[in-house]
């Protein structure tokens, strides 16, 4: 029997607190023993069965005559749902509950009862109530507390490019109890609204919805709905990719200015961006239909042979259901190859100049790369002696602590890659300036920002405290200690 209750148990946080329950009672009271033992809160779901046990302690000189289970929905009301009399039997007096009780054990000492396809409206107090002799009635309650796990839903809402805030997501807890709360993970601008609803059995449907003002930008960006409840084991979670319907734009690539005659295959791209993705998209001359030397397929115009019917203004234009965009280009059709046709005098200058142009830029670059080499060779501290701590003055003393704290809170480090960089701290007295943790630029970012917040959310910010156990052995020793002593020059 008793394996039998383990079996059924529901929530397990409060099945234990019935006999601590008992034993506060039972200080409280003082000398007034509780006789009567029940468990103070239950928690269940619908259509689940929950166990209500009960038990008459101190039997001793107490004549038990008959016990009733009384629910309570709401204050005042009180229904006799299941009754049990050692000679006339078992008996359960309320219809809603007649098919749904039983009596786990046929004893007047063990009354507990089982209701089983439980429903949201069982919500309430049930009391064990004994019939003795001598003392009277003898009771103990339970309250039950019904809990709905919500029904979690989220969609992105097609939209159109516009001027005002609209609805680009939405997101529903439907059914809950307790109610759920619903938050926006996004990298879009824009800001949310929230509702509730309750239903009639006590359950609560939360709804929220995304807006802002939609640009062509926002299209197929992402924004996540997480809902958080009780009877969760974790936040449900649900990205949704904005849909923002926007004219197409178009622009014509591949045209080299190069168009000579006689030249053979030269190709135009009309390349157009859209939403809906544009379905046609058409080819056309300014002055007229397309010459024979041409061929279109989708949105690529070939020439076959470059001649003088293509010294000409080529049009592409894109359409979709919400408008039309059209470019166009001029081409101009030389006699022979460009490069022929420049002076060598110009060519020469052109090409001196931006040979010029180019040698420098090689030197700065020779340049840039050497010292970002010497830097890295002299820069962390593990392949230099630390620096003489106790010889130094007391103002070297206080600003070199500040180096490595600020140097491990920007991001984490992972173990044994540490970014130090011995020339960019600044003298900053304060060393509990957090804010000074972002002036060190040897800390690349981990995280992107969406995986970041959802760490923050999630976790807070226990980087801080991480950090600090990442920190290489070697400049623990030497920073550390004069981070250590400098509290004593302070
Ligand atoms: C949300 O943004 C819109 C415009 O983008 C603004 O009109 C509205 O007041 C904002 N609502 C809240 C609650 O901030
Ligand atoms: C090509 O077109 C340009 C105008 O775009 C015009 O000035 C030029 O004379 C044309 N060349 C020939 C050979 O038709």
Known sequence: MATDYVAHRRVSPVTNTWLVAATIILAAQGIVAQKVRVEETLEAYPAESVDLRCQFVDGGGTKLTQVSWIWEPVDGQRDNIAVFHPTYGQSFPNLSFKDRVVFL????????????NLRMSDAGRYT?????????????????????????????????????????????????????????????GGNHSMSTTNGPDGTVTVRSEYRLVPTAADDGKEVTCMVEQKTQERPWVQSLKLSVE??????IEGYDSNWYVGRSDVVLLCQATGNPAPSTITWTLASGPLPETVVVENNKLTVRKVDYSVNTTFICEAKNKHGA????????????????????????????????????????????????????VEGPPKHKPPPPVK?????????????????????PLSPGEVYYEPTGG?????????????????????????????????????????????????????????????????
């Open 391 to 411: 010889a130094g003055s007391s103002t070297e003393m206080l600003n070199k602590p500040s180096e490595p704290p600020t140097a491990t809170e920007t991001a």
């Open 246 to 251: 926007y004219p197409p734009s178009v622009y």
């Open 105 to 116: 054990q046929n004893t007047l000492e063990n009354p507990s009862i089982r209701i089983s």
């Open 325 to 376: 965009s059209r470019q166009q280009l001029s081409t101009f059709v030389t006699e022979e190859e460009r490069k022929m046709v420049q002076g060598p005098q110009t060519g020469a200058v052109i090409g001196g100049i931006l040979g010029a142009l180019l040698f420098i830029g090689l030197i700065v670059g020779v340049i840039f790369f050497i010292r970002k080499l010497q830097q890295d």
């Open 128 to 188: 064990c109530e004994y019939a003795t002799y001598p003392s009277g009635n003898e009771q103990g309650t339970t309250t039950l507390i019904m809990l709905a796990k919500p029904k979690n839903s989220a969609n992105a809402v097609t939209v159109q490019v516009g001027s005002k805030s609209v609805v680009v997501a939405k997101c529903e807890a439907a059914d809950g109890k307790p109610a759920a709360s619903i938050k926006w993970l996004a990298t879009v």
């Open 426 to 490: 600044e003298p900053v007295t304060n060393l509990d300036d957090e804010s000074s943790g972002a002036l060190n630029g040897g800390a690349p970012p981990v995280l992107d920002n969406s995986a970041r917040e959802f760490n923050d959310a999630a976790a807070g910010h226990h980087n801080d405290l991480d950090s600090s156990n990442h920190e290489l052995p070697a400049a623990n020793i030497s920073r550390g200690e004069s981070f250590v002593s400098s509290a004593m020059y302070v």
